[in-house]
């Protein structure tokens, strides 16, 4: 069975840094392109990451360009979200997805389309206040 687990959350004041990790288990990573996904108290879950199989690929959420790094290490089968310059509306939920298999979409690195998501870790919660 495929297995996502998100780690690395916390309490973070506006201006910092926190690193979110997704550890991956019963699959073969390098197949998977990952997303990273957020979800606030009464709003709908948004893509904010995602990442190709290999690496050589990001997508990132206009929201979060240029404070936010997505990579990736295929040997520990780790995904990492570096998350800069931090911003109280980036407070919510934080998980990470991998492809579906059976859909054959294993290596699309989309934001906009949850559904082609089809393992999700049980997130880890980032609090961004003063």
């Known amino acids: 069975q495929l297995q996502l687990v998100e780690s690395g959350g916390g309490l973070v004041q506006p201006g910092g840094s926190l690193r979110v990790s997704c550890a991956a288990s019963g699959f073969t990573l390098d197949d998977y392109a990952i997303g990273w996904f957020r979800q606030a108290p009464g709003k709908e879950r948004e893509g904010v990451a995602c990442?190709?199989?290999?690496?050589?690929?990001?997508n990132y959420a206009d929201s979060v360009k240029g404070r936010f790094t997505m990579s990736r290490d295929n040997a520990k089968k780790m995904v990492y979200l570096q998350m800069n310059s931090l911003k109280p509306e980036d407070t919510a939920v934080y998980y990470c997805?991998?492809?579906?298999?059976?859909?054959?979409?294993?290596?699309?690195?989309?934001?906009?389309?949850?559904?082609?998501?089809?393992?999700w870790g049980q997130g880890t919660q980032v609090t961004v206040s003063s």
């Open positions: 990442i190709s199989s290999s690496g050589s690929r990001t």
């Open positions: 997805a991998a492809g579906s298999p059976t859909l054959g979409l294993v290596n699309v690195c989309v934001l906009s389309t949850p559904v082609v998501y089809a393992y």
